[in-house]
Every structure is written in structure tokens, then in C-alpha cells.
């Protein structure tokens, strides 16, 4: 089955940096790779996401870049701002449609 | 609104006893799911159905049930719960993409 792999698992930034986060994954005929934000007690919400026939995605101050050949996808935070400290989890979709694969999280911490 | 309802929202209860996770949605979804998650920590599925009368176990599915005899609900069943179960079970549907997730049961076990 697919295995996504997310690092780092915890990162610290500045308020106004911009926050990076990696997840690679192993099947490469999933094609739907989703991000969740999931702030302390709350549900995940999700963020952004990209399909395979994109490579690109952005959305005021995240955006979601993919690159099929190597089989990874980023998340980037630009402009950080304190209510982005969360845990954020990448996904990706199995190719039958039926299930997700989530990596193991990444604590971001922006400090004011 | 469509949306994602689970109850009990929190349940403390003994060792040994059967517990049943209610979750239904008005999302018009097939798809439904059920998750194992500490807090902050990854998701685990448990068990996922793509449709009625069909259910697929995930990861942690050993000491569960569950059932899809309508689109809208997918209870959880533990029929025996232990002190290991103590977590946080979150449901999440999706259709032809989007998975969206519940507010979750926050479960305490003695």
C-alpha cells in the first residue's frame, strides 16, 4: 500500500517567515494530495489541496507544489502569522479512490 | 448546513464495557471513515466504507465493529472497552475527493 512520509515533525518560525513542510510518497498512482490544518482540540480542517495533473497551487498565503517525478508535494506558508501554529498533516489518495494515506504530522510554531 | 455530527462528544467509562460511536452526515457522501488519533499526534484508521452494506478494515480495526446499513450513519462499535482504547475517535466522510472530518469523541476509558 502507499506510505507518505512527512518531516519535519516539528518547526519553529518567526512571525513574517515562511514555514516549508515535506511529505514524500511511495505509490505513484495515487493522485490526490490533500493538507489539514488541526489546531489544538479542534477537528482537521482542510487547507489546500492538489491533483497530479497540476504541479502547482495557491491560495492567498499557502500555496502546494507537486512534483510527480520524485513523488513528493510541500507545503508553503508565506507572511507567517501566530494563528498558523498548528499541527499540519499531508495526505495522499489511493488511486482506487477509497482511502487516505496521512503522514505523521508537523507541529508549526510561529513565534510573535 | 451540511456537516459531520458525532455523539457522545466525550464518554468516560469502565473497563469492559460495549460502547457504540454514533456519526452521521448530511454531506451527501459515499465514503465514510473512522479514525484513532492522540492528540496532536497521526491519524489511524480504523475501519472505511465506500458505500452501504460495505465496510473495509483499516489499521486498528482488531478490537471494533462497524456497520453501513444507511449512506448518512457508520456507528463504532468496542465491545469490550480497555484503558488502551482512551483517545480521541474522529469520523470523516468525503466523495469525489475532499475528505472532511467530525468534531470527534473524546473517549476515556478506566
Known amino acids: 500500500g502507499e506510505n507518505v512520509e512527512q518531516h519535519p515533525s516539528t518547526l519553529s518560525v518567526q512571525e513574517g517567515d515562511s514555514a516549508v513542510i515535506k511529505c514524500t510518497y511511495s505509490d505513484s498512482a495515487s493522485n490526490y494530495f490533500p493538507w489539514y490544518k488541526q489546531e489544538l482540540g479542534k477537528r482537521p480542517q482542510l487547507i489546500i489541496d492538489i491533483r497530479s495533473n497540476v504541479g502547482e497551487k495557491k491560495d492567498q498565503r499557502i500555496a502546494v507544489t507537486l512534483n510527480k517525478t520524485a513523488k513528493h508535494f510541500s507545503l508553503h506558508i508565506t507572511e507567517t502569522q501566530p494563528e498558523d501554529s498548528a499541527v499540519y498533516f499531508c495526505a495522499a489518495q489511493s488511486n482506487t479512490g477509497n482511502q487516505f494515506y496521512f503522514g505523521t504530522g508537523t507541529s508549526l510554531t510561529v513565534i510573535p | 448546513e451540511a456537516d459531520i455530527y458525532q455523539t457522545p462528544r466525550y464518554l468516560v467509562i469502565g473497563t469492559g464495557k460495549k460502547i457504540t460511536l454514533e456519526c452521521s452526515q448530511t454531506?451527501?457522501?459515499?465514503?465514510m471513515y473512522w479514525y484513532q488519533q492522540d492528540p496532536g499526534m497521526e491519524l489511524h484508521l480504523i475501519h472505511y466504507?465506500?458505500?452501504?452494506?460495505?465496510?473495509e478494515k483499516g489499521d486498528l480495526s482488531s478490537e471494533s465493529t462497524v456497520s453501513r446499513i444507511r449512506t448518512e450513519h457508520f456507528p463504532l462499535t468496542l465491545e469490550s472497552a480497555r484503558p488502551s482504547h482512551t483517545s480521541q475517535y474522529l469520523c470523516a466522510s468525503s466523495g469525489f475527493g475532499e475528505q472532511f472530518f467530525g468534531p470527534g469523541t473524546r473517549l476515556t476509558v478506566l
Open positions: 454531506m451527501g457522501h459515499d465514503k
Open positions: 466504507s465506500y458505500g452501504v452494506n460495505s465496510t
